[in-house]
């Protein structure tokens, strides 16, 4: 996010890194990137030492497989992985109400121009490792009616100051929106378990860090057994020739787009104060509802 949380101080933070993971830390900066999570940076006697995260509760993922993720990350043995690291009672995260702290050692570098060359080869890498237990499992957590929960949400006052602004675009696009939840729903029939595998989840340049010379998935908050189209429909979303199921990349694109949707409008149907998290989320709602899906020009 890319303002601080109300209700989080920096000696909050503080408190949580030295009972659980690093007693020297004596500084934090909450650092303005990404999106949905806050971030900061800790540090000792001037050097940055640690990235902590503190992570929402929410439809895509609970305290527990943010728990079980982290620590199947951790331990997939694979040299592209930035992991979290464990507490040092055990275990990745620390609940903190709904939401649950985690870190990560602080990686000098810098994120890449573009995406870098070899992800194909990252991904088959991930795809190709023995699932492990306790794993978490994908589940759509998109609903067939969504088209009729958005008309709903419509019938709602939307007075914060972007709530006009985001009401209209909903309401523009509320058919074609139904239209794709009914497509999602008949493509998430196809899905096999029996093919599942360890996916990242959002592995695209967003997620991607270079640092030593290579280049680095980070974020792995999202990490579930699922198709491996999870993880390729972002290769063919940037133009790569990958071998790939097209229904399953059409599933995942309407996935995403549809969960952003109806994140991003209840967002803003919500109080909010226009701030540049809001912003974001406007932004985020216009392209999710106008841009091409992945494969289409």
Excluded at 47 to 52: D, E, G, I, K, R
Excluded at 85 to 106: I, K, Q
Excluded at 151 to 156: G, H, S, Y
Excluded at 203 to 223: C, F, I, M, S, Y
């Amino acid at each position: 996010m890319l303002e601080p949380p109300d209700d989080v101080s920096d000696n909050d933070v503080l408190a949580v890194v030295r009972a659980h993971w690093e007693p020297r830390a004596d500084a934090v900066e909450h650092l303005p990137v990404g999106w949905g999570a806050h971030h900061w940076r800790v540090d000792a006697h001037g050097v940055p030492l640690l990235f902590a995260t503190l992570d929402p509760a929410s439809p895509r993922h609970t305290a527990e497989t943010l728990e079980s993720a982290y620590a199947t990350a951790a331990g997939l043995g694979l040299d592209f992985v930035w992991p979290s690291l464990p507490r040092t009672d055990g275990g990745y995260t620390v609940p903190a109400g709904a939401r649950s702290w985690s870190v990560t050692r602080w990686l000098p570098g810098h994120p890449p121009d573009r995406s870098a060359p070899d992800l194909s080869g990252m991904l088959a890498r991930l795809h190709a490792v023995a699932t492990p237990a306790g794993a978490p499992v994908w589940t759509s957590v998109v609903d067939a009616d969504l088209g009729d929960r958005l008309r709903d949400l419509l019938q709602q006052d939307w007075t914060g100051p972007l709530g006009p602004a985001a009401r209209g675009l909903v309401a523009d696009h509320l058919a074609q929106v139904g239209g794709w939840a009914r497509e999602h729903a008949r493509l998430l029939d196809l899905a096999d378990p029996a093919t599942y595998v360890v996916t990242h989840g959002e592995p695209g340049v967003h997620n991607q860090w270079v640092a030593g010379g290579r280049t680095w998935l980070l974020d792995w908050e999202t990490l579930l057994l699922a198709p491996r189209e999870r993880d390729l429909a972002t290769l063919v979303h940037e133009g790569r020739d990958v071998d790939h199921d097209p229904a399953m990349v059409r599933l995942f694109d309407l996935e995403w787009r549809l969960s952003e949707i109806w994140a991003f409008g209840t967002w803003l149907q919500g109080p909010h104060t226009g701030d540049a998290d809001d912003r974001t989320a406007l932004g985020g709602l216009t392209e999710e509802l106008t841009r091409p899906h992945f494969g289409e020009h």
